[in-house]
Protein backbone atom coordinates (compact mmCIF):
# COMPACT_ATOMS: atom_id res chain seq x y z
CA UNK A 1 0.00 0.00 0.00
CA UNK A 2 0.57 3.58 0.05
CA UNK A 3 1.77 5.12 3.21
CA UNK A 4 -0.69 7.93 4.42
CA UNK A 5 -3.65 6.43 2.66
CA UNK A 6 -6.30 3.88 4.43
CA UNK A 7 -6.39 0.52 2.54
CA UNK A 8 -9.92 0.12 3.59
CA UNK A 9 -12.22 -0.71 0.71
CA UNK A 10 -15.23 1.54 0.68
CA UNK A 11 -17.26 -0.28 -1.54
CA UNK A 12 -17.43 1.43 -4.50
CA UNK A 13 -16.16 0.45 -7.92
CA UNK A 14 -13.95 4.13 -8.27
CA UNK A 15 -11.97 6.63 -5.78
CA UNK A 16 -9.07 6.54 -3.83
CA UNK A 17 -10.47 3.33 -1.34
CA UNK A 18 -12.39 1.16 -4.49
CA UNK A 19 -13.25 -2.17 -3.97
CA UNK A 20 -14.80 -4.85 -2.56
CA UNK A 21 -14.82 -4.54 1.29
CA UNK A 22 -12.23 -7.74 3.12
CA UNK A 23 -11.04 -8.81 6.01
CA UNK A 24 -7.46 -9.31 5.83
CA UNK A 25 -6.25 -12.76 6.77
CA UNK A 26 -3.19 -13.25 9.12
CA UNK A 27 -1.09 -15.58 7.92
CA UNK A 28 -0.08 -18.38 10.21
CA UNK A 29 4.20 -19.60 10.73
CA UNK A 30 4.63 -23.30 10.23
CA UNK A 31 5.07 -24.97 12.70
CA UNK A 32 8.79 -27.51 12.81
CA UNK A 33 8.18 -31.05 11.48
CA UNK A 34 7.06 -33.46 14.28
CA UNK A 35 9.59 -36.44 15.33
CA UNK A 36 6.88 -38.64 14.25
CA UNK A 37 6.65 -37.09 10.53
CA UNK A 38 10.56 -37.42 10.33
CA UNK A 39 10.20 -41.12 10.93
CA UNK A 40 7.70 -41.55 8.24
CA UNK A 41 9.05 -39.59 5.71
CA UNK A 42 12.32 -41.00 6.31
CA UNK A 43 11.02 -44.30 6.12
CA UNK A 44 9.47 -43.55 2.55
CA UNK A 45 12.16 -42.16 1.30
CA UNK A 46 13.92 -45.54 2.38
CA UNK A 47 11.50 -47.30 0.23
CA UNK A 48 10.48 -45.36 -2.47
CA UNK A 49 13.95 -44.07 -2.99
CA UNK A 50 14.12 -40.87 -5.73
CA UNK A 51 12.09 -39.57 -8.47
CA UNK A 52 14.02 -40.25 -11.80
CA UNK A 53 14.39 -36.20 -11.83
CA UNK A 54 15.64 -36.49 -8.40
CA UNK A 55 18.21 -39.52 -9.65
CA UNK A 56 19.59 -36.89 -12.20
CA UNK A 57 19.94 -33.92 -9.58
CA UNK A 58 22.21 -36.51 -7.94
CA UNK A 59 24.43 -37.31 -10.94
CA UNK A 60 24.94 -33.58 -11.42
CA UNK A 61 25.84 -33.75 -7.95
CA UNK A 62 27.69 -36.13 -8.02
CA UNK A 63 30.20 -34.13 -11.08
CA UNK A 64 30.27 -31.09 -8.21
CA UNK A 65 28.07 -29.31 -10.89
CA UNK A 66 25.92 -27.24 -7.79
CA UNK A 67 24.84 -24.32 -9.57
CA UNK A 68 23.82 -26.56 -12.46
CA UNK A 69 21.63 -28.69 -9.94
CA UNK A 70 19.58 -25.71 -8.73
CA UNK A 71 18.88 -24.31 -11.87
CA UNK A 72 17.22 -28.13 -13.19
CA UNK A 73 15.70 -28.44 -9.76
CA UNK A 74 14.25 -25.04 -10.14
CA UNK A 75 12.41 -25.32 -13.81
CA UNK A 76 11.43 -28.53 -12.40
CA UNK A 77 10.27 -27.55 -9.18
CA UNK A 78 8.99 -23.59 -10.53
CA UNK A 79 10.48 -21.94 -7.84
CA UNK A 80 14.04 -20.44 -6.45
CA UNK A 81 13.45 -21.20 -2.56
CA UNK A 82 11.65 -24.99 -3.07
CA UNK A 83 15.17 -25.81 -5.73
CA UNK A 84 17.08 -24.53 -2.89
CA UNK A 85 15.49 -26.83 -0.46
CA UNK A 86 15.18 -29.76 -2.97
CA UNK A 87 18.94 -29.58 -3.88
CA UNK A 88 20.06 -29.35 -0.16
CA UNK A 89 18.24 -32.15 0.92
CA UNK A 90 19.30 -34.34 -1.83
CA UNK A 91 23.08 -32.99 -0.87
CA UNK A 92 22.27 -34.19 2.54
CA UNK A 93 21.76 -37.28 1.51
CA UNK A 94 24.93 -38.15 -0.15
CA UNK A 95 26.53 -36.99 2.56
CA UNK A 96 25.02 -39.05 4.89
CA UNK A 97 25.12 -42.26 2.37
CA UNK A 98 28.98 -40.93 1.71
CA UNK A 99 29.96 -41.44 5.48
CA UNK A 100 28.36 -44.74 5.67
CA UNK A 101 30.26 -46.09 2.99
Excluded: W
Excluded at 15 to 34: E, N
Excluded at 48 to 59: K, L, Q
Amino acid sequence: GIPGISMVASGYSIGKDHGFPTTSVKKVAKKATSKRNKVIRSVVREVAGFSPYERRVVEILKLGRDRRALRFCKTRLGSHARAQAKREEIGNILRTASLHH
